[in-house]
């Protein structure tokens, strides 16, 4: 690829006339065309015409385009353009178009309308939030016409956008080395200057790894809001109060971009001086990734507890009105706790980390069974990295991560990990105390109470799934296997005597 700072293959570009705005109007042909100007899109833009890269630009509505080039862009390097095949015509090959566009079937509409301008060899970009499925149906779809793809997670919201994202591209490998200057120059970079991109794998490994990071994000926020319930309900802090705290923790293990926005949440005022915080209504929304994490670990048979209670409880939370009524018709009492708060709020800070430690475990076991399913040779040491910084999840906690992987690259669990083996070893009894505080005082808190309930399951030698696997083969004869033959031998008891010999075929999904 050429250099952005030292461009080659100059000629003129048959676009129409530049969208008005004073940008600056050259020969050039741009490095990369950009389709969709929401708030994603246009700061990617601008990043990356700040890193030297020449960017065209086109939006379905025309306006949107007018209005960035002429305020945002104006002087930029940025070419306006006002149909798709004047912004193919504008770039340079091979030809990088990079859709930020609603995942789902505008993807696919916009798709179609390049494929008549694009030739083999050019490369398609999603770079939205698209379920993996399509981003591995769209690779395919694309390869058999000689053209590439790329599916690829960013991360880092409007300001990441703009300053450096985390970037998670997969799809087609030939592709990767025609956007890894661009992809690489404006994602956000760690302490020694590596950027938080890099190659996942191929089809929809990208998009899969950001539907990860988008669960895990579902279950770091969760955490964090119930460990402020406790706080406000069980402890009856204030606003201001735990601000202090999540300050304080934002020195120590807990460091992190989410604990950091919380601490600058629960300090900010309305306009008659109160905390904003207390009039926000207790209704979350979501768009869609955090359930398909949950599906997807369903589909593989990986325990994704903890991500799934946070999706879970985003829908209860939904359930306002419902609520309300519930509320006035179950006895309820003021949470009373009359032990040492200051205590308890040590005790919090140690769950919350060794509960933060089981959704990351459980998200890596996702990717896990995901890249066995698929045939991706994920890299998890260097997936940790791409989280480093720039995204939503950042914190210094995933430098542990990246090192418990790049010491044993095939490490089944992160528990296992000796480092972080003895932050929940350390943590077990501050943990099991808070959980049962919360219980016994009526507080919300599910992601912190499966979180210990998991870690309670995978440490026990064994579980009373004997008498379920019983039960099954009482009234299903689905068979079992036995403590005394070897494992893969099956058995089928006639308990009852008057049921026969024949046993189901059918053991496990």
């Keep these: 690829m050429d250099s952005p700072s030292h461009p080659q293959n100059w000629r003129t570009a048959p676009v129409s006339p530049l969208i008005p705005g004073g940008n600056i109007v050259t020969n050039e042909l741009a490095d990369i065309g950009l389709v969709g100007l929401a708030v994603m899109g246009e700061n990617l833009v601008l990043n990356m015409e700040s890193h030297g890269f020449t960017v065209a630009v086109y939006n379905r509505t025309v306006s949107k385009v007018d209005a960035f080039t002429s305020g945002r862009a104006k002087g930029k390097n940025i070419i306006g353009t006002r149909s798709i095949a004047d912004l193919v015509s504008s770039l340079k090959r091979p030809r990088r178009v990079m859709l930020m566009v609603k ?39 694309l390869e058999a016409k000689g053209l590439l793809f790329i599916g690829t997670g960013v991360s880092g919201g409007e300001e990441g956008a703009l300053l450096g994202p985390s970037i998670m591209p997969g799809g087609s490998p030939a592709a990767w080395p025609h956007v890894a ?61 735990m601000h202090e ?18 601490r600058d949440i629960l300090g900010f005022r309305d306009g008659d001086g109160s905390p904003l915080v207390d009039r926000i209504l207790d209704t979350a929304g979501q768009k869609g990734t955090g359930k398909w994490t949950s599906v997807a670990a369903l589909d593989l ?3 994704l507890t903890l991500i799934s209670e946070a999706v879970y409880g985003r829908c209860l939370s939904a359930m306002k009105h419902e609520r309300v009524a519930a509320s006035k018709v179950f006895s309820s009492q003021k949470p009373a706790f009359s032990g040492d708060r200051a205590a308890f709020v040590d005790d919090l800070e140690k769950a919350l980390y060794a509960s933060k430690l089981v959704s990351y475990a459980q998200g890596f076991a996702l990717m896990r069974a995901a890249a066995k399913e698929h045939g991706w040779d994920l890299k998890y040491g260097s997936i940790a990295l791409l989280w480093r910084g720039g995204c939503i999840i950042r914190s210094a906690f995933l430098g542990k991560i990246k090192e418990a992987f790049d010491a044993t690259p095939d490490l089944p669990n992160l528990l296992l990990d000796p480092y972080f083996r003895s932050k929940v070893e350390e943590a077990q009894e501050a943990w099991r105390r808070v959980v049962s505080a919360a219980v016994l005082g009526g507080v919300w808190v599910p992601s912190f109470a499966t979180a210990l309930t998991w870690f309670d399951g995978y440490k026990s030698a064994r579980l009373p799934a004997n008498l379920l696997q019983a039960q099954r083969d009482y009234f299903g004869a689905h068979l079992y296997e036995r403590i005394d033959r070897p494992r893969g031998q099956f058995f089928h008891t006639n308990w009852t005597g008057r049921g026969g010999e024949t046993a189901s075929s059918a053991y496990s999904v």
Excluded at 121 to 131: A, Y
Excluded at 184 to 203: E, H, L, N, S, Y
Aim: overall charge negative.
């Design 103 to 141: 995942a789902g079937s505008a993807v696919d509409d916009f798709i179609d309308q390049l494929l008549p301008h694009l030739e083999p060899g050019d490369i398609v970009i999603d770079g939205g939030n698209s379920h993996f499925p399509d981003s591995i149906r769209r690779t395919k779809a």
């Design 181 to 241: 200057p661009i992809f690489q120059a404006i994602a956000a970079k760690v302490d020694d200057g590596t950027p938080c991109c890099d190659w996942v794998g191929p089809d929809g490994a990208g998009h899969f790894v950001k539907m990860v990071h988008n669960g895990i994000e579902y279950g770091d926020m969760q955490l964090i809001c119930e460990a402020y319930q406790l706080m406000s309900q069980l402890l009856g802090m204030t606003a201001p109060e």
């Design 301 to 303: 048979g990986v325990p």
């Design 245 to 262: 705290v999540f300050a304080r923790w934002n020195q120590g293990d807990l460091d992190s971009y989410l604990i950091e926005i919380t």
